[in-house]
C-alpha cells in the first residue's frame, strides 16, 4: 500500500509506541529483567555491580572482545560529532557530566577534545558511576596518563544514574552516557534524571548498543553473539558476565523505541545515528 510521507511517520510512531508498551510491560512493579532472567527490581543493581567489579580490571579486553575493537572507533566517532568545549569567543566554560563512566574513556576524550580543539582548559567534567571499582580504573588510568588526576576540573562521583541525587537541577550543559544506560534497573528513571540535570538548552548525547537493521548482518551478528560467553570464560574466566552483557544488549530498546523513550523524559529535537549497520547507535535531545 502507498503511504503518504505523513501517513510513513505516523505508523512508525504507532510501531515505537506498541514496542514502548511492550518493553515496559516486561518490567512489573516488583521484577526487572537481568538480563535473560527476571529478578526481583531490588537485587538488579547489586547484580549489575557484580558484572562490572568482576570486569573492571579487564575493562578493555572485555570492550575489545565485545566489538572486535571497534568500540574505539564508535566512541571517537561519538566524540567527534558531539564537538563539544568552550568555543573562543564564549566567557562561559561547560560543565559536562559523563554517566556510567567508571573507565573516562569518554570524559577524557571529550576533554582532550575540547583543550585540542577549543583551547579549552577551563570546562569542568563530573564522572559518575556507580561501582566504585570502575570509578577506581578511571582514576588509574588518569594517574598512569598524568593527565585530569587530581585535577580540579575532574570530580569522580559514586552516583546512580538513575537519581544523581548529589547533581543540582539545571546544572549541567552536556551529559553523555557511553554503553552504560541499558544496566539501569530503571532506563526511563535514568532518561528523567539526565533531563533534570540539564541546563535549559543542554545537550543529551548517548552511545549504546542498539538493533542491527540488515537482517542477513543480524543473522551474523547473532552467531558471534553465541560465542561470546565462551570468549569470556577462555580470555578472562568470566562466562556468567559476558552472558549478562550479550543478554542485555538483545533487552535494549530498538533504536525508535529508545528515541521515544527521550521524548518521554520532555527533550525536543531528538534524533540518532545507527553505527555499523545498527549494532551500536548515537542518540541526542536537547533540554528546552
Ligand atoms: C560497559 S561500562 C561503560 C563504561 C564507559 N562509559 C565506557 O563507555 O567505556 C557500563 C558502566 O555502567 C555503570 N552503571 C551500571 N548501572 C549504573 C547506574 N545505575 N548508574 C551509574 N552507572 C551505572 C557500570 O558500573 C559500568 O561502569
Redesign the pocket.
Given at each position: 500500500m502507498f503511504l503518504t510521507r505523513r501517513s510513513a511517520i505516523a505508523a512508525r510512531r504507532l510501531t515505537s509506541n506498541i514496542k514502548l508498551c511492550a518493553w515496559n510491560s516486561t518490567q512489573s512493579n516488583n521484577t526487572t529483567h537481568f538480563g535473560s532472567k527476571t529478578v526481583p527490581v531490588e537485587e538488579k543493581?547489586k547484580l549489575?555491580?557484580d558484572?562490572?567489579s568482576s570486569?573492571?580490571s579487564k575493562?578493555d579486553l572485555?570492550?575489545d572482545v565485545m566489538s572486535l575493537g571497534i568500540?574505539r572507533c564508535w566512541?571517537d566517532h561519538f566524540i567527534h560529532k558531539l564537538d563539544a568545549g568552550k568555543r573562543p569567543n564564549s566567557t562561559e566554560p561547560l560543565n559536562f557530566i559523563?554517566?556510567?563512566?567508571?573507565?573516562?574513556?569518554?570524559a577524557f576524550g571529550l576533554l582532550d577534545y575540547a583543550e585540542e580543539k577549543f583551547h579549552d582548559t577551563e570546562s569542568t567534567m563530573d564522572v559518575?558511576?556507580?561501582?566504585p571499582?570502575?570509578?577506581k580504573e578511571g582514576e588509574k588510568r588518569a594517574m598512569e596518563n598524568k593527565k585530569y588526576y587530581n585535577d580540579p576540573r575532574v570530580n569522580f562521583m559514586v552516583?546512580?544514574?538513575?537519581v544523581l541525587d548529589k547533581i543540582p537541577s539545571d546544572s549541567k550543559d552536556v551529559y553523555t552516557?557511553?554503553?552504560?544506560?541499558r544496566?539501569?534497573?530503571n532506563i526511563q528513571a535514568?532518561l528523567n534524571a539526565a533531563y533534570r540535570v540539564l541546563k535549559p538548552g543542554g545537550i543529551f548525547y548517548c552511545?549504546e548498543f542498539s538493533k542491527i537493521e540488515n537482517p542477513v548482518m543480524d543473522l551474523a551478528y547473532q552467531q558471534w553473539a553465541k560465542l561470546l560467553p565462551v570468549m569470556g570464560s577462555i580470555v578472562a574466566n568470566d562466562y556468567n558476565s559476558y552472558e549478562y552483557?550479550v543478554e542485555s544488549i538483545e533487552r535494549f530498546p530498538d533504536q525508535e523505541t529508545f528515541k521515544s523513550m527521550i521524548e518521554k523524559a520532555g527533550f525536543k529535537s531528538v534524533g540518532y545515528e545507527s553505527l555499523t549497520f545498527g549494532v551500536c547507535a548515537i542518540h541526542w535531545g536537547v533540554k528546552v
Open positions: 543493581e549489575v555491580g558484572v562490572f570486569v573492571a575493562y572485555m570492550n568500540h566512541k559523563d554517566v556510567a563512566g567508571g573507565s573516562g574513556d569518554i559518575v558511576d556507580i561501582n571499582d570502575m570509578l552516583q546512580n544514574g538513575e552516557i557511553s554503553f552504560g544506560i544496566n539501569f534497573t535514568g552511545l552483557l
